[in-house]
């Protein structure tokens, strides 16, 4: 199965945050899965951690990098093919980082995973939640 990691679930699962289900730690954890983990992603705690809303021990775009590479995800960056689901998806959400996750899912055909229940709301044929 191919996985696109939210970006707090991806949190948790590198800080063994026990937010983070067991359902979720054992699809990530299973080495027969393909996790990856989205540029815009880690875009987002760095403006996080300089706001001040997010507090992570070096330069956010180092350490996750780092944490992806140690957990063997996949860095998905993002392109125009998945750029062009925007302007369909529903103002549901005005998060532009979850957003772009959620066209990425769709138009990679990756399970999304992701506690965010406003995100679970989004119907697409081809976005799917774990």
């Not at 948790?12 to 080495?31: A, E, P, Q, V």
């Not at 990098?65 to 750029?83: T, V």
Request: aromatic content about 10%.
């Amino acid at each position: 199965m191919k996985i696109l990691l939210d970006t707090q679930i991806f949190l948790w699962y590198i800080s063994d945050d026990k937010r983070l289900s067991r359902k979720h730690y054992r699809l990530i954890s299973d080495n027969s899965n393909v996790i990856y983990l989205s540029t815009a992603s880690i875009w987002e705690c760095c403006i996080k951690q300089q706001i001040g809303k997010l507090k992570l021990p070096s330069n956010p775009a180092e350490y996750l990098s780092e944490k992806r590479s140690l957990h063997s995800c996949i860095s998905l960056p993002i392109d125009e093919s998945s750029l062009k689901h925007l302007f369909t998806l529903p103002l549901l959400h005005k998060d532009p980082f979850d957003r772009i996750l959620i066209c990425q899912s769709i138009e990679y055909l990756l399970k999304f995973l992701t506690e965010d229940e406003k995100i679970h709301q989004y119907q697409h044929p081809h976005l799917n939640f774990g």
